[in-house]
């Protein structure tokens, strides 16, 4: 699609309007440990204030966010700062422009809307329901009450009620979408030619004097990075499970204590027809359809003919095999109620509609017995065994490298682990082993071990495998010898030089050209003209720029010269444009467009109201740090 779109669909507002409309984002937030005052106002909106307690709580949520989205990429540090601080309050702002507006409006959200948005919000259920006792828990947790937060909630329901209403009005009209298309399947008539770097690199010379000026002017682009050799310990599950000793007499006393754990689940297999809808009308097909099986008529027969099951349909209704917790509850309760093969069910009422259900196998509970399962109870032993050492052991790992700081042998001793060493990283760490865990080069990299030579805190690497790691060796960053960089130097600046010969030459070239020269005769390289699209794959993308960024020709050519990555001058001569036809694009694709732009116009017609809220409000900072 355009690609001019593409970054015009992107910025700030997407965020705004992303964040503003997480309706349970109050759970996440802090409040008694929130740092300042509370009651000291940090802006004010039309007289309202913004308080401390109020940009803390908020930049707190947007650094969990943030924490969320980037996970072991997070930096900390990138969300510190005025500048961060100035961008959550202008959101603060934005919001408090927002609720005036909707207060003006007299704009309002039911009950109703506020009880059905909590009901379905995942936070507050368990096993897929909703649990009063369990929101007020949760809600209690994060330092809220049931009213605080429905009094937030609503105030961000009529946020997005009021944003949806804004961006509905924009739409995209065919001819804007005709216009774009031509632009962007648009050709362009173009021929080339190329004055190479290569002609000019016997042509030049590099003093040693200005290959030791180079270097003295760009040392650090020949500095090795630091570098940091570890020695850890290392606790986990899976090591402790392999080095544990079992014997049969233990494995069979487990296999007898936990004989559930080694038989199959029963399995049913069933037949359904399916009637959409909860309504009368539905039932009253599903009812017409048993009756009809009650006169003798086939099941697979009347699913073929009957179910709305698209998926099942065809084979007679057929769904196969399963166990329990696959089906929907109340289908599945129906189907393990069945006592026959071949006894159908009263009708079934699901969210998809009403089901009658043939039960058509059963496949009973099947065990193994010791010698079958042996394999399998002894990972099963071994694991559960280790999972009991590695959390014993976990504790005492942390007491012991704590108690221990200077190295790494008191806890390998009691813990009997073996201490090993990495190879020497950098703060991009490696591919493999520990040092390519962002926490382990955190931990290599900070003031109590790099520095201190202190043991690290434990590393979680994951629930089942932790790490303490201490320096071995640390290489801080040097420069380069010269005399190692030196050829790398005078072959860069030799390239330099030839490519600015290049560039002379073919502006020379350029310049006559635009005289009315003939390009065959000046360069024996070059490209009969020929028409491209921006996509055409037979052309450099460089000299494909250039020539859609150039004016359209008139009666005489357009020419520009440029030099390309490679150090070759190109010289680019543009003679015709041919505007793309609409209706030789696939309607999937016009649509997809349309889509897009009308978004994009919705975003500018959000952001232009929010500009003229601000511009009419009274807004003043009082937090000088923020100024």
Do not use: C
Not at 496 to 518: F, H, M, N, P, Y
Not at 550 to 570: H, I, L, R, S
Not at 618 to 624: A, H, P, R
Request: charged share 25%; proline share 4%; hydrophobic share 40%.
């Amino acid at each position: 699609m355009l690609h001019f779109i593409r970054d015009r669909a992107q910025g700030w507002i997407a965020w705004f309007i992303v964040g503003l409309i997480s309706i349970p984002f109050a759970l996440w937030g802090v409040n008694s440990y929130l740092t300042g005052p509370s009651d000291v106002v940090v802006a004010e909106v039309n007289g309202a204030p913004i308080k401390q307690a109020e940009l803390q709580q908020s930049l707190q949520q947007y650094r969990n966010q943030m924490r969320n989205m980037l996970g072991e990429q997070f930096d900390p540090d990138m969300f510190e700062g005025p500048m961060v601080r100035r961008n959550v309050l202008d959101g603060l702002i934005e919001q408090k422009l927002i609720q005036d507006v909707n207060k003006a409006l007299g704009q309002q959200i039911s009950d109703a809307e506020v009880s059905q948005v909590i009901r379905t919000t995942p936070a507050f259920q368990r096993d897929g329901q909703f649990d009063p006792e369990y929101y007020a828990m949760v809600l209690a947790r994060a330092g809220y009450n049931p009213a605080s937060y429905e009094a937030q909630l609503r105030t961000d329901l009529l946020a997005q009620q009021l944003m949806q209403n804004i961006q509905t009005t924009a739409i995209a009209t065919e001819q804007e979408v005709d216009t774009l298309l031509r632009l962007e399947k648009q050709k362009r008539k173009i021929a080339y030619g190329v004055v190479p770097v290569q002609d000019y690199l016997e042509q030049v010379t590099v003093s040693d004097d200005e290959v030791k000026q180079f270097f003295d002017n760009n040392q650090a682009n020949y500095t090795a990075p630091e570098q940091i050799k570890l020695n850890y310990i290392q606790l986990s599950v899976d090591e402790i499970a392999q080095s544990l000793d079992v014997d049969d007499t233990e494995l069979k006393q487990f296999y007898a204590d936990n004989k559930d754990k080694f038989v199959g689940p029963e399995q049913r297999r069933a037949s359904h027809i399916l009637i959409e809808g909860n309504d009368a009308d539905a039932l009253a097909s599903i009812e017409s359809i048993r009756q009809r099986l009650q006169q003798g008529e086939d099941f697979a027969a009347l699913a073929k003919e009957s179910s709305q099951d698209p998926g099942s349909a065809a084979q007679g209704g057929d769904l196969g095999f399963f166990q329990r917790d696959v089906m929907e509850p109340a289908f599945e309760e129906a189907v393990f109620a069945l006592e026959q093969v071949g006894e159908i069910s009263e009708p079934v009422k699901t969210e998809f509609g009403y089901h009658l259900i043939k039960l058509t196998g059963i496949q009973h509970a099947e065990g193994k017995s010791f010698a079958e399962a042996r394999d399998e109870v002894e990972a099963l032993y071994r694991r559960q065994q280790a999972e009991t050492v590695f959390y014993d052991k976990a504790e005492e790992l942390a007491n012991l490298s704590y108690e221990n700081p200077d190295n790494l042998d008191v806890a390998a001793e009691a813990l009997e682990l073996d201490v090993k060493t990495t190879d020497s990283f950098t703060r991009s760490g490696t591919e493999s082993g520990i040092a390519s865990e962002q926490k382990v080069i955190n931990a290599a990299f900070s003031e109590d071990v790099l520095q201190n030579n202190l043991n690290s805190a434990v590393i979680e690497l994951s629930d089942t495998n932790l790490v303490v790691v201490h320096k071995n060796q640390h290489i801080p960053s040097t420069v380069l010898p010269f005399e190692s960089v030196a050829p790398a130097i005078r072959e860069q600046l030799k390239f330099e030089k030839a490519s600015d010969l290049a560039r002379e030459q073919g502006e020379s070239i350029l310049a006559e050209l635009k005289s009315g020269a003939t390009a065959e005769t000046l360069l024996s390289n070059w490209q009969a003209p020929a028409f491209y699209a921006r996509n055409s794959k037979e052309i450099s993308t460089q000299i494909l720029q250039h020539a859609f960024s150039m004016p359209k020709p008139g009666a005489e050519p357009q020419f520009q010269g440029f030099t390309a990555n490679n150090g070759n001058y190109v010289l680019v001569k543009l003679t015709g444009v041919e505007n793309g036809d609409p209706a030789d694009v696939a309607q999937q694709e016009q649509q997809a467009l349309k889509a897009q732009l009308a978004r994009i116009q919705a975003n500018a017609e959000l952001q232009a109201f929010i500009d003229s809220l601000r511009a009419e409000a009274n807004i003043k900072i009082l937090d000088k740090t923020l100024r």
